[in-house]
């Protein structure tokens, strides 16, 4: 059974950078994997997705130009490189293992990680 634990979350201040990780554990097959995000009373929204097997990137609004998505096969782990970070960044980052095409669609995930929770205040 595939499995999806999160880490690097934390508080930092405004305009600092963060790195989280996601390791895959217990199988492959998964075409695409992707990160989302959730803020206290707001719906989960996509941040960014990859192509596992031709490292191709996909951007939600919120991962436009300040994140980015990357994997390590060797190391069957996922990561969002997080810069110049904002207080509405704060949110807990999830991160989701899917076979469809709709790579920022919620539906097309089947295995989703605990989350990790990014707090970004002065």
């Known amino acids: 059974q595939v499995r999806l634990v999160e880490s690097g979350g934390g508080l930092v201040q405004p305009g600092d950078s963060l790195r989280l990780s996601c390791v895959v554990s217990?199988?492959?097959?998964?075409?695409?994997m992707g990160w989302f995000r959730q803020a206290p009373g707001k719906e989960r929204e996509f941040v960014a997705a990859?192509?596992?097997?031709?490292?191709?990137?996909y951007y939600g609004a919120p991962g436009q130009g300040r994140f980015t998505i990357a994997r390590d096969i060797a190391k069957n782990t996922l990561y969002l490189h997080m810069n110049r970070l904002k207080p509405e960044d704060t949110a807990v980052y999830y991160c989701?293992?899917?076979?469809?095409?709709?790579?920022?669609?919620?539906?097309?995930?089947?295995?989703w990680g605990q989350g990790t929770q990014v707090t970004v205040s002065t």
């Open positions: 990859i192509r596992w097997i031709d490292d191709s990137p």
């Open positions: 989701a293992a899917g076979a469809g095409n709709t790579v920022s669609q919620i539906r097309n995930y089947d295995i």
């Open positions: 217990g199988g492959n097959g998964m075409s695409t």
